[in-house]
């Protein structure tokens, strides 16, 4: 049996270890060519190593996705060696893993899941500009930067998918201790449906993956800091009684960019956490 993306050049941004990485790997097992891009260099080169170790063709580009010169450079650079772009992955997103943000998460989590009494929890109104820029500048605005650059190939040869990867925090509550991460993956849903309308007679695709908890390395390691208590609580509000994982996300995008009939929808793979 031949690779379902045989022949396909993919465009995952954002390939760090996790979700992006996992993406990469899951075209290049395909049998697509893979341009990746990312800002931290080492995780860039080990992403193209392993995506070549499959047997695909790859290219590494170093790209901040919230500096339209950047984006423009790197599907220059995909042109000049593929010819042309197929599948575009919108998945680069800043999130919230400072320590601030791990403060707030635990919080949230305590409210959500124990009987403690009702206030407020004080997130939004300690959100400082800077803080909430930075999110919008690459969760948002990278999607659009990539986006207008890959509709600029796939309009005139009339075919195309993209998917955005947006969050369970986009269409739930479920990341109440990340607003300004919430309000920047809700406006990737809205432009999702948006864009979607205005390509699909082009057979250009564009949906969006909304994933619930993904059991990266990273917050598996979270969740070992909080203790067995805190976790067993946390997985209340999960049917499964888990996160998913990578590879079942994976599956999730490479649906998506495949041959479907589906035109500006939002599926959230989450155990079940939002129905």
């Known amino acids: 049996m031949g ?7 993919a465009l995952v941004t954002g390939v760090g270890p996790g979700l ?16 990746v891009c990312d800002v931290n260099l080492e995780a860039l080169a080990v992403t193209r190593k392993a995506v070549q170790s499959e047997g695909a063709a790859c290219l590494a580009v170093p790209c901040d996705v919230a500096n339209s010169d950047e984006v423009r450079e790197m599907f220059a650079a995909a042109v000049e060696r593929f010819g042309t772009l197929h599948i575009l992955v919108n998945n680069a997103a800043l999130t919230p893993n400072r320590p601030i943000d791990t403060e707030r998460r635990n919080k949230a989590y305590a409210y959500m899941h124990t009987p403690v009494p009702r206030d407020t929890l ?10 909430w820029h930075r999110y919008w500048g690459v969760n948002v605005h990278g999607v659009f930067y990539c986006t207008r650059e890959a509709l600029k190939l796939m309009q005139p040869q009339r ?3 993209i998917v955005n990867v947006a969050s369970i925090a986009g269409i739930s509550a479920k990341s109440t201790h990340s607003p300004h991460y919430s309000a920047t993956k809700g406006a990737v849903v809205a432009f999702t449906r948006s864009v979607a309308y205005e390509v699909a007679g082009a057979n250009i695709l564009v949906n969006a993956m909304a994933p619930g908890g993904v059991a990266t390395p990273a917050f598996l390691g979270y969740l070992d800091t909080i203790g067995e208590d805190a976790r067993n609580r946390l997985w209340q509000g999960c049917p499964t009684g888990r996160f998913g994982t990578v590879e079942e996300y994976a599956s999730t ?7 479907h009939y589906l035109v500006g929808q939002v599926i959230s793979p989450n155990g079940g956490s939002a129905i």
Do not use: C, M, P, W
């Open 3 to 9: 690779k379902a993306f045989e022949g396909k050049v």
């Open 20 to 35: 992006g990485q996992g993406i990469a790997l899951a075209f290049a097992r395909q049998g697509a060519s893979v341009v």
């Open 122 to 131: 004080g997130f939004t109104s300690e959100i400082s500009n800077e803080e």
């Open 159 to 161: 075919y195309g998918r």
């Open 253 to 259: 995008v490479l649906h998506l960019a495949g041959d």
